[in-house]
């Protein structure tokens, strides 16, 4: 590995060597990665939308899902479901629909989820949206905000009682609020389920959510600028990460420091992010930094164990004042690059199915830098998509590596999601295969017989 100095944002800069000898690797053997598959990838990727509201019309919605490849959208607080079934039909998108901020009417999201159901497009049911912002008024208490949160988490147990109640719905997760860790009193919404003996103000085995659910976004007012890792921290679930993340949520929480799962427990707790992203600004961060930040987010957070991730915003905002640079697209719908590079991405690693029992590569990337990460996917056809990428967003730069394939392989193509859809380089009988790489990812096509 070689370390480079910073070099502004050039492109990926691929090159190619044939080694005879693999023991120039002296002392890194490589090892046996079981790949995910693509599909599955593909499927935790989301965005946030208002659908048809807020400037935004499902014409233009339906061509955004099309164009960049998502999977699934979170819109909050219901919808016009005759309008989300149009767009499931046009796109074979879902919908993770919630109460939204300080909404309470459990039956009307009932009613509505059924509907999406029968059609093939709900996804999961979320509870409320950041009630430390948006307050909630639950049978005549308030809650929330400043208030108790009992108010809170009683509308959240009963959520997953009706959709467990329900024959049709029981089978669709319930993914928990967002910023349990502002919880003021200690209702217990820093758990899934209550343990016995922990001590919270409603009582133990109290059900809340299948899933924990996050907005941790990538960055924070307490950790601003940019950081190598930025998106792989933002992503940590442990005590380590530096953002609003799943430890300040469901560890220890951020505002009281109520205790809850065990660091330990929390690698393997069943978790979402409903809402992320990078703002762009001035002195800060560029477009082109956001729309690789997006990348690497998806990809870290997959990698991490988050099972769905929706970045905010699919298009910016025209009925709020001050930045709203957000989104993949701007309020006339014109695309960022962010769009294009999610596009490409996805695109590349475009599949039609989940590969029933995926098989394993036996690669390795010696002397890996600290910023340089990898997520092993295969294709229902077979077809290995061997993602790297890096982080370098403090100074610059980029790190030469060599990825170790573990044998000979007729055919590898390299494909770079900045530059497009097709492959930048295809490499014939190789072992080996050598990347420049800065701060975004690249893909290592590798056909499945040698």
């Known amino acids: 590995m070689t370390r480079n100095?910073?070099?502004?944002?050039?492109?990926?800069?691929?090159?190619?060597?044939l080694i005879a000898v693999l023991f120039f690797l002296t002392g890194n053997s490589t090892y046996a990665e079981t790949a995910a598959s693509a599909d599955d990838f593909l499927n935790s990727i989301g965005v946030n939308s208002s659908i048809n509201s807020r400037g935004e019309t499902v014409e233009d919605t339906i061509k955004c899902a099309k164009y960049l490849g998502v999977r699934w959208f979170r819109i909050g607080r219901?919808?016009?479901?005759?309008?989300?079934?149009?767009?499931?039909?046009?796109?074979?998108?879902?919908?993770?629909?919630?109460?939204?901020?300080?909404?309470?009417?459990?039956?009307?999201?009932?009613?509505?989820?059924k509907q999406l159901a029968a059609a093939g497009a709900l996804l999961a049911f979320e509870g409320n949206n950041e009630p430390n912002n948006w307050g909630v008024k639950y049978q005549g208490e308030a809650g929330g905000q400043r208030n108790s949160w009992l108010p809170v988490a009683k509308l959240q147990r009963d959520l997953y009682s009706a959709v467990k109640g329900d024959p049709v719905l029981k089978i669709y997760p319930v993914w928990s609020l967002s910023e349990g860790?502002?919880?003021?009193?200690?209702?217990?919404l820093q758990f899934l389920t209550i343990p016995s003996g922990a001590g919270?103000?409603?009582?133990?085995?109290?059900?809340?959510?299948?899933?924990?659910?996050?907005?941790?976004?990538?960055?924070?007012?307490?950790?601003?600028?940019?950081?190598?890792?930025?998106?792989?921290?933002?992503?940590?679930?442990?005590?380590?990460?530096?953002?609003?993340?799943?430890?300040?949520?469901?560890?220890?929480?951020?505002?009281?420091?109520?205790?809850?799962?065990s660091e330990a427990e929390l690698l393997k707790l069943p978790?979402?992010?409903?809402?992320?992203?990078?703002?762009?600004?001035?002195?800060?961060?560029?477009?082109?930094?956001q729309a690789k930040l997006n990348l690497d987010f998806y990809l870290a957070q997959f990698k991490r164990g988050w099972s769905y991730t929706a970045i905010y915003l699919l298009r910016d905002r025209s009925d709020e004042g001050g930045n709203q640079q957000w989104g993949f697209y701007r309020a006339d719908y014109t695309l960022r690059k962010a769009a294009l590079y999610l596009h490409n991405l996805t695109a590349i690693l475009a599949d039609t199915g989940s590969i029933p029992t995926p098989g394993q590569l036996n690669y390795s990337i010696p002397?890996?830098?600290?910023?340089?990460?990898?997520?092993?996917?295969?294709?229902?056809?077979?077809?290995?998509?061997?993602?790297?990428?890096?982080?370098r967003f403090a100074l610059g730069g980029s790190d030469d590596v060599t990825v170790n394939l573990g044998g000979d392989y007729a055919?590898?193509?390299?494909?770079?999601?900045?530059?497009?859809?097709?492959?930048?380089?295809?490499?014939?009988?190789?072992?080996?295969v050598a990347l420049s790489l800065s701060d975004h990812p690249v893909i290592i096509e590798i056909l499945s017989d040698k």
């Not at 659910?213 to 950790?223: A, V």
Request: glycine share 12%; aromatic share 8%; with cysteine.
């Open 271 to 289: 978790r979402v992010t409903t809402e992320a992203g990078r703002l762009i600004l001035k002195g800060d961060t560029t477009e082109e930094q």
């Open 78 to 113: 219901g919808g016009n479901v005759p309008d989300l079934l149009e767009i499931q039909k046009q796109t074979g998108v879902r919908f993770c629909t919630g109460l939204g901020s300080g909404g309470a009417d459990i039956a009307k999201l009932i009613n509505d989820g």
């Open 411 to 432: 055919t590898v193509k390299i494909y770079d999601p900045t530059t497009g859809t097709e492959a930048v380089k295809i490499l014939n009988n190789v072992n080996l």
């Open 5 to 17: 100095s910073a070099a502004g944002n050039s492109p990926v800069l691929l090159f190619a060597t």
């Open 200 to 261: 919270t103000l409603m009582p133990e085995g109290t059900k809340f959510a299948d899933y924990a659910n996050c907005h941790n976004y990538i960055g924070h007012p307490t950790w601003p600028k940019l950081h190598d890792n930025q998106a792989w921290i933002a992503a940590d679930p442990t005590s380590a990460c530096k953002v609003d993340g799943l430890y300040g949520n469901y560890g220890k929480t951020w505002m009281k420091k109520f205790q809850g799962y």
């Open 367 to 391: 002397n890996q830098p600290a910023t340089v990460h990898d997520l092993l996917l295969q294709k229902s056809d077979g077809k290995f998509e061997l993602v790297v990428w890096n982080e």
């Open 181 to 188: 860790g502002a919880q003021t009193d200690n209702a217990g």
